[in-house]
């Protein structure tokens, strides 16, 4: 995590809180690793894998892994054995990646909510992969490049009183000002600035959805005016209307939902550093760090639950992929049911929001999704 101002005493730790964090830690560990391992498998094994939507899902997920596996994972070890036991460049390595999760997790879903604001407020602009590919190269770059700094401010280091004899992973910064400049750094990056574009982003889609609504709500009031001849293609015109507004409604939904638990996870962890680096009269005990810590760890768990509650069929092609395979592997034949899940697919695919329909004027608006 960012610099750690959480210990008054660094020789010394509160037994029961510690069990309470490992057990924390062990089950939101446990979650992030079987939710986004799912989640990729399941956009790997759809048909529609090519979507933008799912893209930029894939990326958010192996985010997620990355803080599971470089953050959550070597603190849950961390508190296991008090102590840092390793050299001084596992130490450096271990808190380089923990924050470069940090920074790809939030980038990668900042990138998701300008797509969904570009493909409501744009829909006919012109879209290219190679674009979404350099975009999602240049967040995981950033995010590399920004970390580098824990490099040099951590290391194995004696603490306490000096010839205690007690080494740990521990950060030294330039006093007084260097904590300051660093935390206030790393709050802004990570933080401030992506939750500002965020908000940005989502007051540009709420309006762009209101004009939606008020357009919908004048063509339903001029259906009732025209003329019998005209008002089958009236209807079919609103019809279609009506459907793109909650496909966009819908993706914009889940985003806006994926954006919330970012920002109700991060505010406290952000929120207690930056009060804690600027305010000499901050409380300094480690409860209120490790609550916002466990609180913050949360957020590369929730993703996978949030997805399966909007695009619910992606987990539903993975259960059906995993009763499939086994028939089909003992009667080297198609197995039925993936026919039957096949031929359901094409009779309700315009019930799956973040599928391409059959329509390009659909495809346009909805912009791949």
Same mark, same amino acid.
């Given at each position: 995590?960012?610099?750690?101002?959480?210990?008054?005493?660094?020789?010394?730790?509160?037994?029961?809180?510690?069990?309470?964090?490992?057990?924390?830690?062990?089950?939101?560990?446990?979650?992030?690793?079987?939710?986004?391992?799912?989640?990729?498998?399941?956009?790997?094994?759809?048909?529609?894998?090519?979507?933008?939507?799912?893209?930029?899902?894939?990326?958010?997920? +192996?985010?997620?892994?990355?803080?599971?596996?470089?953050?959550?994972?070597?603190?849950?070890?961390?508190?296991?054995?008090?102590?840092?036991?390793?050299?001084?460049?596992?130490?450096?390595?271990?808190?380089?990646?923990?924050?470069?999760?940090?920074?790809?997790?939030?980038?990668?879903?900042?990138?998701?909510?300008?797509?969904?604001?570009?493909? +409501?407020?744009?829909?006919?602009?012109?879209?290219?992969?190679?674009?979404?590919?350099?975009?999602?190269?240049?967040?995981?770059?950033?995010?590399?490049?920004?970390?580098?700094?824990?490099?040099?401010?951590?290391?194995?280091?004696?603490?306490?009183?000096?010839?205690?004899?007690?080494?740990?992973?521990?950060?030294?910064?330039?006093?007084?000002?260097?904590?300051?400049?660093?935390?206030?750094?790393?709050?802004?990056?990570?933080?401030?600035?992506?939750?500002?574009?965020?908000? +940005?982003?989502?007051?540009?889609?709420?309006?762009?959805?209101?004009?939606?609504?008020?357009?919908?709500?004048?063509?339903?009031?001029?259906?009732?005016?025209?003329?019998? +001849?005209?008002?089958?293609?009236?209807?079919?015109?609103?019809?279609?209307?009506?459907?793109?507004?909650?496909?966009?409604?819908?993706?914009?939904?889940?985003?806006?939902?994926?954006?919330?638990?970012?920002?109700?996870?991060?505010?406290?962890?952000?929120?207690?550093?930056?009060?804690?680096?600027?305010?000499?009269?901050?409380?300094?005990?480690?409860?209120?760090?490790?609550?916002?810590?466990?609180?913050?760890?949360?957020?590369?768990?929730?993703?996978?639950?949030?997805?399966?509650?909007?695009?619910?069929?992606?987990?539903?092609?993975?259960?059906?992929?995993?009763?499939?395979?086994?028939?089909?592997?003992?009667?080297?034949?198609?197995?039925?049911?993936?026919?039957?899940?096949?031929?359901?697919?094409?009779?309700?695919?315009?019930?799956?929001?973040?599928?391409?329909?059959?329509?390009?004027?659909?495809?346009?608006?909805?912009?791949?999704?």
């Amino acid at each position: 995590m960012t610099p750690g101002l959480n210990q008054t005493n660094p020789l010394k730790r509160n037994e029961e809180v510690a069990k309470v964090e490992v057990t924390v830690l062990a089950l939101v560990l446990l979650l992030a690793l079987i939710g986004n391992l799912c989640v990729l498998l399941a956009i790997h094994t759809t048909k529609h894998s090519k979507s933008r939507m799912y893209y930029f899902m894939k990326h958010l997920s +192996i985010a997620d892994l990355v803080v599971a596996i470089f953050q959550v994972l070597p603190q849950l070890i961390w508190d296991i054995t008090f102590r840092f036991y390793g050299p001084d460049i596992l130490c450096r390595l271990v808190k380089y990646f923990q924050v470069v999760g940090m920074f790809a997790s939030t980038y990668m879903l900042v990138l998701m909510s300008i797509d969904r604001c570009l493909a +409501i407020c744009q829909p006919l602009r012109s879209l290219h992969r190679r674009k979404d590919r350099f975009y999602v190269i240049l967040s995981w770059l950033m995010s590399l490049f920004f970390s580098a700094p824990q490099m040099f401010i951590f290391s194995l280091r004696e603490v306490g009183s000096e010839g205690s004899g007690v080494y740990d992973c521990w950060g030294d910064f330039v006093q007084p000002w260097g904590a300051k400049a660093y935390i206030t750094w790393i709050s802004l990056t990570i933080y401030i600035i992506p939750v500002t574009v965020l908000s +940005i982003c989502y007051g540009l889609i709420s309006f762009k959805i209101w004009q939606n609504f008020r357009l919908k709500t004048k063509r339903d009031h001029g259906i009732n005016l025209t003329p019998r +001849i005209s008002k089958a293609n009236a209807i079919s015109r609103v019809s279609s209307v009506k459907l793109i507004s909650k496909a966009k409604i819908t993706t914009v939904k889940m985003t806006f939902v994926i954006v919330l638990a970012y920002i109700v996870c991060w505010t406290p962890f952000f929120s207690v550093q930056m009060w804690s680096a600027w305010d000499p009269a901050a409380p300094r005990e480690a409860m209120p760090f490790i609550i916002s810590m466990l609180l913050a760890s949360l957020n590369s768990c929730c993703n996978p639950w949030i997805y399966m509650c909007f695009a619910g069929h992606l987990f539903q092609d993975l259960r059906q992929s995993f009763v499939c395979c086994p028939t089909r592997y003992l009667k080297s034949a198609r197995c039925q049911c993936e026919r039957d899940f096949e031929s359901s697919h094409k009779s309700n695919s315009s019930t799956y929001v973040i599928k391409s329909t059959s329509s390009q004027r659909s495809i346009t608006q909805t912009s791949n999704t």
